[in-house]
């Protein structure tokens, strides 16, 4: 039983269990509640649907109409997973909280993935420029030869 007194089943564990809301270790890793529109058993098809599916971790809380999902951010986004739940019939919850919620998570979640393509700063083509730059006559350069400049 959860502290609010609905049930907790995981696909990683047969037995009932306590849900422990802590924020993961991995910064890859991504834990995120699905609520639905309260309708009898949609909790439960959704958590069958989402099992089937690798690199998913689900959570059911019945009583409640929800789910908890646990993924890799680079493998699935909470916008994919509730796209293919819309897609498979399922109602989400789509109270004016639940929207800004989602739009929130879905934002950073892109943000996210594309941080994850940046690649690594080349550090061998800053030492280039650096050589250019010592080798670069700096502040007042006169180009009057040197003779010249001391005959006036």
Wanted: charged residues 25%.
């Amino acid at each position: 039983m959860d502290a609010l007194g609905g049930q907790a089943l995981s696909t990683h564990a047969s037995s009932q269990k306590r849900r422990i809301m802590m924020k993961p270790a991995d910064p890859l890793s991504r834990q995120h509640d699905i609520q639905f529109y309260p309708r009898p058993a949609q909790a439960n098809h959704a958590f069958q649907f989402l099992a089937t599916l690798t690199g998913i971790s689900v959570q059911i809380f019945a009583s409640k109409h929800r789910i908890c999902v646990r993924y890799q951010i680079k493998e699935h986004t909470l916008q994919s997973i509730e796209n293919q739940l819309k897609a498979a019939g399922f109602h989400l919850d789509e109270s004016i909280l639940s929207k800004i919620k989602r739009a929130l998570i879905y934002y950073c979640e892109d943000i996210a993935r594309s941080n994850l393509e940046i690649p690594e700063h080349n550090i061998k083509s800053r030492d280039v420029y650096v050589k250019v730059w010592d080798n670069h006559p700096h502040g007042d350069h006169d180009e009057t030869p040197e003779e010249l400049r001391r005959y006036l």
